[in-house]
Every structure is written in structure tokens, then in C-alpha cells.
């Protein structure tokens, strides 16, 4: 799995001509990046006497921001898988009608299990995105700074997300599937920009 190897050792092959890890693991790597910087806020707030009346509350986040993380750090992995997946039904052959609709299917059922990974990914975002609301809002003040980043990541990784739905949406033949996604994220994607402006603005104010 990329998630135990080594960071340079993912780069160098998110850098070559393969095909995977790409966009969709990149898109949940920074969602994963930007759920351990609330968890990090979060531990710079446990135990805190200046911050006992809200000790409940942030352990809460932590606990959410450690469970999303280790999501996120999953469809790292998931993301290159269902690639996989699909670059086989790809191959299948294509000789006799029969060859054709089977690898009709296979494509068509490849392409939704490959849209439904960053689909998550971008779900995924907007719990980053309010955690780090959360974090920025009663978490310890010199860890601010690092909660506007996980809602600056969050927006990027449902960005990011975005885009992997999409390329796989535009060859689904199934227009209510398409519309219904595509709908949802354009809803995801307002949502994060609203709640990345917000946590952002929380944040300039704190540092002052």
C-alpha cells in the first residue's frame, strides 16, 4: 500500500508515465494531509488548562479527524485499485458482438466504481472542512494557523475530487446517475468554498 511506503518512493511514481497513483490518490493524500493538521490542533489542545471548558468538544474532534483520516488514507489506496479495475475492462476483447457488450458492461460497470472513489474523497472534504471549523474556532491559538490549512486542503481536496468524477462521468451512459452525482458535487464544491473562506476568516482575525 502507498500509505506505508516511503513519500519519495510515491512521488516518483505519481511523477512517471504509469497511470496510477494520479489524481484521485493525490486528491485523498491532501485530504488525509489536512485531517492530521486537526488532529494536531486538537493534541495541542488536550490538557490545556486555558482550554478546560472545551476539553469534551476537542477530544470529539479528535477522534472524528483521526476516523476521517484514516479514511481518506484508504482511498488512497482504493483510488489506484479501481483504476486498476477499469484499465482491465479496457483490455477486454472486442471481436464479436458479444465480446463487445460484455466489455460495454465491464467498462460501464468500472466507471461508476471509479467515480464513486473521489465521490467519497469530496464527501469526505466537507467534514475536513468543518472539523477544521471547529479547530480553528476553540482550538489552541498557536495552532490556528493550522487549521485555516486543513480548510484550505479540504477545499483542494474536493477540488481535486471533482475533477476525477468528471472525467469518469462524461463517459457513463446513464444521464440520471451522471446528473445526480454531478449535481452533488456541485453542491459539495459550493459548500467547501463557503465553509474555506469562513475558517479562513476565523483565522487572519485570531492571528490578528
Not at 513519500?7 to 485531517?35: I, T, W, Y
Not at 476521517?68 to 485499485?81: S, V
Not at 465480446?99 to 472513489?117: D, I, S, Y
Request: proline share 2%.
Amino acid at each position: 500500500m502507498y500509505i506505508e511506503g516511503r513519500m519519495l518512493d510515491f512521488l516518483d511514481k505519481l511523477a512517471s508515465s504509469s497511470p496510477e497513483p494520479g489524481g484521485g490518490a493525490v486528491s485523498a493524500l491532501v485530504g488525509a494531509l489536512g485531517a492530521a493538521l486537526v488532529s494536531m490542533v486538537a493534541n495541542l489542545t488536550l490538557g490545556k488548562e486555558k482550554y478546560a471548558d472545551v476539553q469534551h468538544r476537542i477530544e470529539e474532534v479528535l477522534g472524528q479527524s483521526e476516523a476521517l483520516r484514516a479514511r481518506l488514507q484508504n482511498l488512497i489506496q482504493k483510488d489506484t485499485e479501481v483504476y486498476a479495475v477499469l484499465a482491465k475492462a479496457f483490455k477486454m476483447p472486442r471481436e464479436t458482438e458479444e465480446q463487445k457488450q460484455e466489455r460495454k458492461q465491464a467498462v460501464q460497470l468500472a466507471l461508476r466504481e471509479a467515480t464513486m472513489v473521489p465521490f467519497e474523497i469530496a464527501q469526505a472534504s466537507v467534514e475536513l472542512a468543518e472539523l477544521s471549523e471547529t479547530a480553528a474556532l476553540i482550538g489552541n491559538l498557536n495552532a490556528v494557523s493550522d487549521a485555516g490549512v486543513a480548510a484550505i486542503l479540504a477545499e483542494a481536496a474536493g477540488q481535486c475530487a471533482a475533477l476525477n468524477v468528471k472525467i469518469n462521468l462524461v463517459s457513463i451512459d446513464d444521464s440520471a446517475f451522471v446528473d445526480e452525482k454531478w449535481s452533488a458535487i456541485k453542491d459539495i464544491l459550493m459548500h467547501l468554498g463557503e465553509l474555506r473562506e469562513k475558517v479562513v476568516k476565523i483565522t487572519y482575525e485570531k492571528l490578528g
